[in-house]
DNA sequence: CGTTAGTTTGATGGTCCTCAAGCACTGTGG
DNA sequence: CCACAGTGCTTGAGGACCATCAAACTAACG
């Protein structure tokens, strides 16, 4: 038999189940389902915004997070051209992912939260071509090809749902690139505090008053690609302005329709509810 | 019988195929096989460039190019939002996808060359959310679904080519972003040419020397996020400095080693020929 | 209590934008 | 054939935005 017989036959479960899925999804809407409290996961909490999951599937869901692991602030768990078997469900803490020049600048391409998945990629299709930091102590669920497979397997839809997920991702990547490229600092750094609020409240961790928010000034930097003493004088700007402040690892909204208005700020590449399968 | 079913089985089939195919890439290298030549399609050469096709392969890809249609420049294909069913392959050309911003100003996502497919996720997954212009009369060939799905099914290892081609330009859509963050006009510029050479040569339309290019300085300035009369300034700093030399649709690059260096191209995010799934 | 990480403020200067205008080329219509 | 408009390229002058250098300040921590 083919050494990789059996895996090729898990994957293409996997994937089959995730089609499928997805048609199911087209005909469920955002009907009633079980009620989602702050006991459930983060990951689930983000799902069920935007699918209903059946009893069963948020089990499987919970499921996922059995191999609990911890790892600590500032050393990678990831590093370019790892190819690392295992992706991850964050389930607390903060993470970045970032590029690293060779002049020793870095460039941070987005922040997972709570929920988030890191590396589902180099799972499925390639190994990562950049690195991973904790930016504090994290909790995460490992996530073993064999787990997600075998879990995608049984509850088809959560496939299609998380496959969601990571398109939404991907269009949160363009929207950055497109504020580096055609925002001026104070829009981008709006645009990102408002963006980072919308993720936040969507796994139960912020409000529309605000959130708490582990980063320095210099992740605000090396993401928005602006110096540190920039980013301190733009969030001052804001601050005096009533707009938003960020203080002692808190962003609190002041005036959010100002904020708004200032970063051009289009919440709908974060919402898309459409179906993913045509 | 559930209304979606018959293309439900279909999509199965299709990823079933590539991912039976992502190891089948595995085991063959870039092994001998048919020769490549200028009669094949832009499409085929890129693919080639990395995976040993076979002749079955090599004719079922030129089949996919079989619904020929053409575009005037200007007018857009796709519009944000619009879920279109097919998606195309570029055989002539160049097409460019963007984001308008509410204020006007437009930031330029990616370009595509020859050889490169346009809407492949909108059929895939979702709806695309930034837009696709022509930026010449172009040739494009409609790859409906269904082609689509035949195809993968009859030549499964075309499926796992053709998803390493879309990782790879998830790869450079990380690297713009990077660009737009940390490098400042010249190298951003310098970057850009030599990445564009780097992905036309692969399908025959470039060589070290140089390429022709179509595109105006305020295609360069939109992508780049710069202003076009700055990038007429940075153009002519590299055309002085013996560089490159951008003229009359022509990219001639003069000392490619200093273009290197200023740039600091590093292009293995290009050129990740890994395996497919790990 | 010294060290370190992170924040805050000021001063100076470079990069790049904006406004303004001229030039080259192409196509169109009188 | 020439006037004219349209598109794209080129150059100059002035100024805004943001980086860099320098340094003081706070809080956490062993």
């Known amino acids: 038999m083919h050494p990789y017989f059996s895996q090729e036959v898990r994957y293409a479960g996997l994937i089959q189940s995730s089609v499928r899925a997805a048609f199911s ?28 999951l059946s009893e069963a599937e948020l089990a499987a869901l919970e499921r996922l997070h059995q191999r609990r692991r911890t790892f600590v602030a500032g050393r990678d768990m990831v590093h370019q051209g790892q190819t690392d078997q295992a992706a991850y469900v964050l389930s607390s803490g903060w993470v970045c992912s970032y590029k690293i020049q060779p002049d020793g600048t870095r460039q941070i391409v987005d922040f997972q939260i709570p929920g988030d998945f890191l590396g589902l990629r180099s799972v499925l299709l390639r190994t990562s071509d950049h690195s991973f930091e904790p930016i504090v102590k994290i909790e995460a669920a490992e996530v073993l090809k064999d787990d997600l497979l075998k879990t995608f397997a049984e509850t088809p839809r959560l496939a299609a749902a998380i496959l969601w997920a990571a398109s939404r991702d991907e269009a949160m990547v363009v929207e950055h690139l497109v504020g580096l490229g055609r925002r001026d600092a104070d829009a981008r750094m709006a645009h990102f505090l408002l963006e980072l609020g919308s993720r936040l409240a969507l796994v139960g961790l912020g409000t529309k008053e605000g959130y708490d928010c582990p980063l320095t000034q210099y992740h605000l930097a090396d993401a928005l690609g602006l110096s540190a003493i920039h980013v301190n004088r733009v969030l001052r700007q804001l601050r005096e302005s009533g707009m938003a402040t960020f203080r002692n690892g808190r962003v609190s909204f002041g005036d959010r329709d100002k904020l708004v208005a200032l970063a051009e700020f289009d919440p709908v590449y974060l919402d898309h509810t459409g179906p993913l399968l045509i």
């Open 25 to 52: 999804l087209l005909n469920c809407g955002r009907s009633e389902g079980p009620m989602i409290s702050a006991q459930h996961s983060p990951l689930t909490r983000k799902l069920s915004a935007f699918v209903a």
